[in-house]
């Protein structure tokens, strides 16, 4: 497996806000309870203030609002 025992990621992720466009996949993170753990997710849109994000692509009700910076964040009451 790629990665295993080293630094290297598998996956990569957009950390620039400023380019973020639908069907980049990013690192995020959830408030509460999950704090601190990182998730990985897919943007399905992008707004000036915020973006809507997935955990599951193939689940069309897995939709979470999170804020528009580098990992968003994700309210746990809004986890899906």
Do not use: Q, W
């Amino acid at each position: 497996m790629h990665g295993l025992g080293g630094d290297a990621c598998p996956f990569e992720f957009n950390f620039d806000p400023a380019s973020f466009k639908v069907g980049d996949m990013v690192s995020y993170r959830v408030t509460g309870s999950f704090k601190g753990i990182a998730f990985m997710g897919v943007l399905l849109e992008v707004h000036e203030d915020h973006v809507v994000l997935t955990s599951d692509p193939d689940d069309k009700e897995s939709r979470m609002r999170a804020t528009r910076e580098s990992r968003p964040v994700v309210r746990e009451e809004d986890v899906c």
